[in-house]
């Protein structure tokens, strides 16, 4: 049975003590051989509007996040996660986060190479799941490539 944890945002927004929390859990490993089950209610929303977010989905998100930005600062890092959850929100791109990952020829290969399932990468997934904000991003490429019209560097990449 999963675990749920309920958190009521301020202002429609995870206010930071309940992140806090939530990581101090991830940390001792309450939630990690579980469905990562988190309905985040505020008093305002109906109960139809409660946000799941399914372990698979959190798990792609941190994959991606390693494969493209391990070596990142952590900025470098929330970035590439936030122009994944864009693409999900684009009518250009897949619904779900790993449709989004998976789609041929868009990032590094992740069923060809090995991942080691690390907390931090979890959590960064989890932190930046919680606190998107959309943005126009919704490519990236290393520096080693010209930037194009409008991008913005942070770490090794340009994001537009």
């Keep these: 049975m999963p675990i749920k944890q309920t958190i009521t ?7 930071l003590k309940a992140l806090r929390g939530l990581k101090r859990m991830m940390l ?9 089950h988190y309905p985040i209610s505020d008093a305002k929303l109906p109960p139809s509007k409660k946000l799941i977010i399914p372990e698979e989905e959190i798990s792609c998100l941190a994959k991606a996040i390693f494969h493209e930005s391990r070596g990142e600062p952590k900025k470098g890092q929330l970035k590439v996660a936030e122009v994944i959850l864009n693409r999900t929100k684009s009518a250009k791109f897949p619904r779900t986060i790993c449709a989004v990952v998976y789609q041929p020829g ?14 931090h990468f979890q959590n960064l997934a989890l932190q ?13 490429h290393n520096i080693t490539i010209p930037p194009k019209r409008g991008a913005v560097r942070v770490g090794n990449h340009y994001f537009y």
């Design 28 to 36: 001792l490993g309450i939630f990690s051989t579980v469905l990562w």
């Design 9 to 15: 945002p301020r202002c429609g927004t995870m206010g």
């Design 106 to 119: 868009q990032f590094t290969n992740i069923r060809a190479t090995r991942y080691i399932r690390q907390r």
């Design 128 to 140: 930046a799941y919680l606190e998107y904000k959309p943005s126009r991003f919704l490519y990236f």
